[in-house]
């Protein structure tokens, strides 16, 4: 019997040691990524003290035990703080490049990042400050650590939509370096719909379009997300597990969801990871990704989300391969782009 069980146990750590091993050599794409919640803990000490600016946390051990969430908005309440002591062209390009290197290490090689300039700018930093700082560092990363990148600006849902259309006039002069405009931040009680017109304008303007959808709220933000926003992504959309027909829609049009599975589990969105969909998704043919949402705050960058979903939901390699692929194909690069990262994936698989 014991001998069984050693047996049995051998087996397992076996096994996970080559799903963990994949896992870390698999290049992969990040596509829901906040830059700002990228700011770990040391960094926000450090630009606190070089901006002066005085934190509402005297230690690292008090800033750990603060984050401490209940729901979404307890997190964004810390989050908007920390943002705070980002100031400088300079704090954006260290942020990013402090990202990238970890990007890198995890074997991202591509990455498409949002940033919420409306944080910045109510602050009265100006936005080309905020965008120079982030595109200058996406530049500089790309050459360094070999990472290619796009940029996501995302919309406060929980301001008013004519603040929006601010942000995207001050936003236009610098087009050329976004790609996609998103939605995020408190979601109930603000749905999709509130931003029908900055988001026609926006397509009009040539963006794309993404939104968080279903993170806490009900799959009918992702229907509207879809018909009234006409995302190409939608960011979390666990609600759709609870919805056949919402379900049904986005398997028949290929709509990828960008889940982030330790940022549900500290935002309680789910109880436990092992109760985490995704699995279910994939198994039903959902063109689902992984992702870290603001790593510095859930306790894990990108391969910490595989690992803890891997372990949790007993993936299998193939479940591995497939997460990586969807990662690709659900970017905003070119299909020769896409032939090409997938081309690396299946020569290491
Ligand atoms: N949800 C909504 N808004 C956010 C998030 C999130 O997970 N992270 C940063 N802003
Ligand atoms: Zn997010």
């Given at each position: 019997m014991i001998e069984n069980k050693n047996y049995y146990d051998t087996i397992i750590f076996m096994r996970n040691k080559n799903i963990h091993n994949l896992i870390e050599k698999i290049p992969k794409a990040e596509l829901h990524l906040h830059i700002e919640g990228s700011l770990e803990s040391d960094m926000m000490f450090n630009l606190a003290k070089r901006n002066k600016i005085q934190l509402k946390f005297k230690t690292i051990d008090e800033i750990k035990k603060a984050y401490e969430f209940n729901n979404l908005q307890e997190f964004l309440d810390i989050y908007y703080e920390g943002a705070g002591v980002l100031i400088t062209e300079e704090d954006f390009y260290d942020l990013t490049l402090a990202y990238l290197k970890r990007a890198q290490e995890q074997n991202i090689v591509h990455v498409e990042i949002f940033f919420d300039p409306q944080t910045h700018t109510k602050r009265a930093i100006p936005f080309k400050t905020v965008i120079t700082g982030i595109r200058n560092g996406l530049v500089d990363g790309e050459k360094k650590y070999k990472i290619s990148s796009k940029i996501i600006m995302s919309f406060l849902r929980h301001l008013e939509e004519r603040d929006a259309f601010e942000t995207l006039e001050e936003?236009?002069?610098?087009?050329?370096?976004?790609?996609?405009?998103?939605?995020?931040?408190?979601?109930?009680?603000?749905?999709?719909?509130?931003?029908?017109?900055?988001?026609?304008?926006?397509?009009?303007?040539?963006?794309?379009?993404?939104?968080?959808?279903?993170e806490e709220g009900p799959p009918e933000y992702i229907t509207e997300a879809l018909n009234i926003l006409k995302v190409s992504r939608i960011d979390h959309g666990n609600a759709s597990i609870n919805d056949e027909e919402v379900l049904k829609e986005l398997i028949k049009i290929k709509m990828p969801l960008t889940l982030c599975p330790l940022s549900n589990l500290k935002l309680k969105v789910v109880k436990d990871l092992k109760d985490h969909p995704a699995k279910r998704m994939l198994d039903s043919g959902l063109l689902v990704t992984i992702n870290s949402d603001d790593p510095a705050y859930f306790g894990g960058y990108i391969n910490e989300n595989y690992t803890a979903l891997a372990n949790s939901l007993n993936l299998i390699e193939e479940d591995i391969i497939t997460l990586a692929e969807n990662s690709i194909n659900a970017s905003f690069l070119t299909a020769a782009e896409k032939r090409a990262y997938i081309g690396r994936i299946k020569a290491i698989v």
């Open positions: 936003a236009l002069p610098f087009k050329e370096w976004i790609t996609a405009v998103g939605l995020d931040s408190s979601e109930m009680g603000h749905p999709p719909s509130k931003f029908k017109s900055i988001f026609e304008k926006s397509l009009r303007e040539g963006l794309l379009t993404v939104a968080h959808a279903g």
